[in-house]
């Protein structure tokens, strides 16, 4: 039996070993190649604006530890815009094309995306675009080009907006399984699905305003760029004006109704490249890790911070999609005790999350800023708990179309006590003291328990309104009147006095430049999050076994399939008090 024992552990040992050396080569491989070569830039050429794999307002840095191995992308919201500012200037770039792009941003960035664009036609050069079928946010961000392409059977979906809420109280019922919602703020749509079978008056309410606040944003631009009037838009939408290629093109939503080959000719006669060659073409991802090593100027010494706070707040290290009080407070702390950085600007996308990690945040740039400057920028959300971290900044900028607000707390508990009793399970208690038990899922909710709990909502809320109160210079009688968990777009926010200007995030940099007394600075973007061995690991994709959790589930469900059981995961996961942004809002 020894003499099996230690063949077993040679055998064990051979295997560790051949593991950890094919491990080590996969990562020296990895550290070696880390450099991202940028793309030699020919002349007379065309950026090709794919947005398809462009989602985050930033990518990314990120030390893994362990190697000492830093990465770092270029394929963020922010390293679009310096592409195509650099491309301004860039006497080899002629023209941007926008061919069958199908974006996934969301409206604010879409808006400066856009407002970009338009910038970048003033310096001469053309933009075209091209689809076969234009969905409605396509459409919006494609409507800024010189000239727009439409395929002869091909369509523009423009029809308005419309918001579709699942309600769930009656499945509940017949389901026995049903969410205990305790909540302050009759405005939290957050978790009204699970306490009613039909919308409330209130939530109507507010989806209304907030989508003509949208739709009034997303026409106005429109008009302006096709040189239409609001009420003629309206009346398109209206009529499915734009179902046809030829009702688009006699409604003037398109320029031309044309073949893709036709589109690329056209572009040929603007390059005066024979029709017969081909023209020099180059991605914008590609565009943009050569931007990234020229946009900024490195011999400036001052420096603006841009730290991105993207996604749920979740605590902990956080990542590009998590927005964690690690990654967020080392970055302040870090701005703040360098003495080149003259101001901070806190770039904000995120519908919310923990309560109490909001609140590490707030704190945290409450030191920050009695040391130096705090601008917030919000993108396309910055609601709940995105609003809580950005309330006491010393000046708020928001999109037109950011959604932000919902200032209100919710706590929701599964219970099974009903399917229990329907598939014959009895939970039997024994306990040292009246509340040692706290909560089961398979019993009735205690109402002493939910006394307890209420009380943490309301104490979150209160300090929620106070911390908004104190950062606007207002009434906490005044934020509640405006508060109970409603959202509102940034041109509303603006009104009610939630934010202070209406803006992007060059704006927000030039003001916090402003602040910081600085007319010549550089800016420089954060976080660097830091991640381990297993964290390393998970990024080699090449095989089967390396491939992430998700990179399978995406494969088996299907990008749609998959982003429900995220969602699903993301309420399981959920622990404490929540300051939550009730839906996502996407214009298809």
Known sequence: MRFLGNVLATIVGIFIFCMIFFFGIIIIGAIAGSGEDTVKIKENSVIELDLSKVSLDYAGKTNYKDFNYFEAHHDGVTDILNAIEAAKADDKIKGISILNNQSQLGLAQSKSVRDKLEEFKKSGKFVYAYANYYTQGEYYLNSVADQVYLNPVGEVDFKGLSSEILYMKDLQEKSGIKFEVIRHGKYKSAVEPFLAQEMSPENREQMTVLLNSVWGTIVSDIAKSRNLTVAQLDAIANTLGARTPELALANKLVDKVAYEDEYHNAIR?????????????VSITDYAKTAATSVEDYSKDDIIAVIYAQGEIAGGEGDVNVIGEGSIKRSLEDARNDDDVKAIVLRVNSPGGSALT?????????????????????????????????????RIFAEPNTITGSIGVFGMLPNMNQ???????????VKTHENA??????????ENFKGYVLESIEKTYTTFLKRVADGRKMTTSQVDAIAQGRVWTGVDAHKLGLVDEIGGLEDAIKYAAKLGKTTSYRTENFPEYEKNFEDLLANFTGMAMFKTKEQLLKEQLGEEGFQMLEQIKRVKSRKGVQAMMPYEISIK
Do not use: C, H
Request: aromatic share 10%; proline share 3%.
């Open 419 to 429: 399917l229990g009793k329907n598939i014959g399970i009895n939970a039997e208690q």
């Open 358 to 394: 909001s609140e590490l945040i707030w704190r945290e740039i409450e030191i920050t800023k009695k040391v130096k400057p705090v601008v917030v920028s919000m993108g396309n959300y910055a609601a709940s708990g995105g609003y809580y971290i950005s309330t006491n900044a010393d």
């Open 437 to 446: 038990s706290g909560y089961s899922i398979f019993e009735p909710i205690d």
């Open 269 to 281: 006669t603007k390059l005066k490249v024979d029709k017969k060659e081909k023209y020099n073409i």
